[in-house]
């Protein structure tokens, strides 16, 4: 668990990203696609490259 504990201006604004999916005053949860989007484009080499492919279209 983090340390860093989100003030209600900070929990509006990480809602208003379109890439969060749910606040809470410890954490953020990101919507499924952007979190394998960051996965595919951060660490190529664990997906394979169907899915890469897939996702440069």
Sequence with gaps: ???IIFNEF???Q???NPNVNHVSD???SY???FTELV???CYPYLV???K???HMK
């Design 1 to 3: 668990m983090s340390k």
């Design 10 to 12: 900070q929990r509006k």
């Design 14 to 16: 990480l809602e208003n």
């Design 26 to 28: 410890r954490s953020i």
């Design 31 to 33: 919507k499924p696609e």
């Design 39 to 41: 996965l595919v484009s």
């Design 48 to 50: 394979p490259i169907t």
């Design 52 to 54: 890469i492919k897939n």
